[in-house]
Each structure stands twice: as C-alpha cells, then as structure tokens.
C-alpha cells in the first residue's frame, strides 16, 4: 500500500548509539541462548606466557582447550544454571 512505512529506510536513520542504548535486553537474551545451546563447543588456544592455574604451571606454547559449558553450567559460579536468565549476566 501507498502509506506503508519504509523500513529499510526508516533504519537508516536510526543511530547505532540509539539502539545500543534501548536493545540492551534482547543483546542479554541473545547471550544467554548462546551460553546455553553452545555447550558442546570448545574455546582452544595456544598459551602466551607462562600462567598457573590450580597450582599447576602451563608453559608458553602449550596448546589448551576450554569448554565454555563448564563454566555457564556451574552453579558455584552461576546459581541455578539450568534456568534462562538473561540479568545473569549483568553484574
């Protein structure tokens, strides 16, 4: 029809600071769908300098693996992992 809006067009003008400002809600649901479907992928990365973690020391170049699931999913970290709760994320 003659009197639709454009949308495309009307997007255009709408700022990047405009919708970073008024979208922050759907950015923390977007994260936690990601957080909780992804549980299954594996962050790898070769170490930069020496690091210790738990006592232990990782030499530079070793090459590790960290599954991001074990960090959403643990309730010591995160209280009641298992429920959708975007606000997780926001302290």
């Not at 549980?39 to 991001?68: A, E, W, Y």
């Not at 699931?69 to 643990?74: E, M, R, T, Y």
């Amino acid at each position: 029809p003659g009197d639709s809006p454009d949308i495309p067009s009307f997007l255009a003008t709408v700022s990047i600071d405009y919708l970073e400002d008024t979208t922050w809600s759907l950015e923390l649901c977007i994260h936690e769908t990601l957080c909780m479907t992804f549980t299954g992928t594996f962050i790898r990365q070769n170490i930069g300098d020496d690091i210790v973690i738990s006592g232990r020391r990782i030499k530079h170049g070793t090459f590790l693996m960290f599954s991001p699931g074990d960090l959403h999913f643990n309730p010591t970290i995160f209280p009641n992992p298992d429920i959708f709760d975007p606000t997780k994320f926001t302290f």
